[in-house]
């Protein structure tokens, strides 16, 4: 056998660093790397095929739903941003321009798209005439670029992938129905595919995104308790249509403005699935989301019949699973220990012995533990194992959220319990932007969410003690 290659290094421990443990997973798995350009990087293939199977099956739900998908420019005219002017002030700071078309200076300055409400704009302006014309709804995958200040992989570089949905409606309500359509949607998916638990609800109007009436948010919790903002989806009402003079003529022949949205996730995706379901052995990938669902690896494979048998059971599985057979001339041990890395469920050894006894070895990801399986239930055993796997890693993340979730009667206590074990905290808020800017302020927290459809709460604001409006929860996020 060749000389192996050093074993899969062993990463920083999850509760002694977790920033650095949340790097060397995204570098010793294979999923990116730091480019040559401050902010940006490189997604590998195994970060990249993560990616694929979150668009592929983001993009069935959306194509299902009525959704076409387009694709606008990345340049936007300066004089096409400032046309709404709460959306410009909101990314004026994050937003790069070109200046410069080879040698010669640019008669208007580029912007980089940092989103794209505007481009859509311009074009329903045109597009849309008529009430037959509505609804839009249409769904971009595009890149995006933001000049952030403090970037880490997938959780905030300043290009990044993403899906942008931008729809135009006839009436107020239609809009509204469809925000809160794709907000469910989005957590639907989030909790079903990638097994991520996901609080929905309304930002404040300090939160909410630039030129939106409303925004609304699946929020998830991380494993060292400290929030993650998974998707958004915006209600714009007619604010942008005003601005841009999008109308259209109803039935009785009247000019009425149109009401539209904007929803968006992005490849923070790969971020959250890291940071709430990976072990101190690297990554853990729900089945649904995982590019290779079983990893085969032979056992002695020099000898007669192995990678025989070994590709006999991939062919058998092939027709329902994502499986790979590795037959690289490295020891099993560095292949067990690579393959746990990377998070791949399920992991079959088959050797001589095995075959001889007519079974092979199952170990299951996220808890190591061995299975043997006769071979002619091979099938039925993998399907059961992806489908517990699955459940389990979902019901391990609400465990971890229910027990970091907690409620205060004042900022000093919201800033204690944090302080101790960060979280979530529900605490009731009258609404007043000087006592959100004082949680932030004294408590280096931030409002993550409005829950949907809660009664008005008896308890008083816990920063000034006047009457609330509603309950919050409040956290330290990413």
Not at 247 to 254: F, R, S
Not at 271 to 278: N, Q, R
Request: glycine share 6%; with cysteine.
């Amino acid at each position: 056998m060749a000389k192996d290659k050093k074993m899969v290094e062993a990463i920083t421990a999850r509760d002694v660093d977790f920033a650095k443990w949340y790097t060397d997973i995204v570098k010793k798995a294979g999923l990116a790397e730091y480019s040559g350009i401050k902010g940006c990087v490189i997604l590998l293939p195994h970060g990249y095929a993560i990616w694929e199977q979150i668009q592929k099956e983001l993009d069935l739900r959306l194509k299902a739903t009525g959704h076409e998908n387009v694709y606008f420019p990345m340049f936007i005219p300066e004089s096409l941003l400032q046309k709404e002017k709460d959306h410009v002030e909101g990314f004026a700071p994050e937003v790069a321009m070109v200046t410069h078309g080879g040698s010669e200076q640019l008669a208007e300055r580029l912007c980089l798209r940092p989103t794209s409400e505007v481009l859509f704009c311009e074009y329903f302006a045109n597009a849309i005439q008529s009430h037959r014309d509505l609804p839009k709804k249409f769904n971009q995958w595009a890149n995006i670029v933001r000049w952030e200040k403090t970037t880490r992989p997938f959780l905030r570089t300043t290009e990044f992938l993403w899906q942008e949905g931008h729809t135009a409606h006839a009436t107020a309500e239609e809009a509204m129905e469809h925000t809160l359509a794709i907000l469910h949607l989005y957590a639907d998916f989030c909790e079903d595919f990638l097994a991520l638990p996901v609080l929905r609800g309304l930002k404040t109007d300090k939160e909410k995104f630039a030129g939106a009436r409303q925004t609304f948010t699946i929020e998830s919790l991380m494993h060292d308790g400290q929030a993650l903002q998974t998707g958004t989806t915006h209600n714009f009402g007619d604010g942008f249509a005003r601005a841009f003079g999008i109308q259209y003529t109803n039935k009785e022949n009247k000019l009425e403005y149109v009401h539209q949205t904007s929803w968006g996730l992005s490849t923070r995706l790969i971020g959250a699935v890291i940071m709430t379901h990976g072990d101190d052995n690297g990554l853990v990938l729900p089945p649904k989301i995982a590019p290779i669902q079983v990893a085969i690896i032979p056992v002695q494979q020099h000898k007669e019949g192995v990678l025989d048998t070994a590709n006999a059971l991939k062919a058998r599985l092939d027709a329902d699973f994502r499986v790979k057979i590795d037959d690289r001339d490295y020891s099993p041990g560095w292949k067990f220990a690579e393959y746990e890395m990377r998070g791949v469920p399920i992991r079959l050894e088959i050797g001589p012995k095995d075959i001889e006894a007519g079974q092979c070895v199952l170990v299951r990801r996220d808890n190591r533990e061995k299975t043997i399986v006769p071979l002619e239930n091979l099938e039925q055993a993998v399907a059961t194992a992806l489908e517990e796997l699955q459940k389990e890693l979902y019901e391990a993340a609400l465990r971890n959220r229910e027990e970091r979730t907690d409620k205060a009667a004042s900022v000093e206590e919201l800033k204690a319990k944090l302080d101790a074990r960060p979280g979530f905290i529900e605490a009731a808020w009258c609404g007043s932007l000087d006592c959100e800017d004082a949680v932030k302020e004294q408590a280096t927290a931030t409002s993550r969410l409005i829950p949907l459809n809660q009664e008005k709460p008896a308890e008083k604001c816990f920063v000034c003690g006047g009457a609330a409006e509603c309950m919050v929860v409040w956290g330290r996020a990413y």
